[in-house]
Nanobody
């Protein structure tokens, strides 16, 4: 089993920056894809950014150029650097990990979430 713990959320002003961390209880090399999702009140949970174990990244159009996903393999931690934050970025951010099993099934792991509020 894999445990994911997010941290780094908080209140920031528009235009500010914040870095979220997701600490995994297992080597992130064993997790095929890790990513960040977010959910605002009354909205569906949406993909923010993903990174495969091979280093490939994917970003939502709304955050391209502002957010960067990265990883530290030694610390088994994935980060989300958020710059030029907007009020529309306000949401609970969740860390996600997917493990693709040989048999074709997918195991999904989720953190508890961390609140990000962008407001003046």
């Amino acid at each position: 089993q894999v445990q994911l713990v997010e941290s780094g959320g908080g209140l920031v002003q528009p235009g500010g920056s914040l870095r979220l961390s997701c600490a995994a209880s297992a080597s992130i090399f064993s997790i095929n894809v890790m990513g960040w999702y977010r959910q605002a009140p009354g909205k569906q949970r949406e993909l923010v950014a993903t990174m495969s174990s091979g280093g490939s990244t994917n970003y939502a159009d709304s955050v391209k150029g502002r957010f960067t996903i990265s990883r530290d393999n030694v610390k088994n931690t994935v980060y989300l650097q958020m710059n030029s934050l907007k009020p529309e970025d306000t949401a609970v951010y969740y860390c996600n990990g997917d493990i693709f099993r040989v048999g074709g099934t997918v195991l999904e792991y989720w953190g508890q979430g961390t609140q990000v509020t962008v407001s003046s």
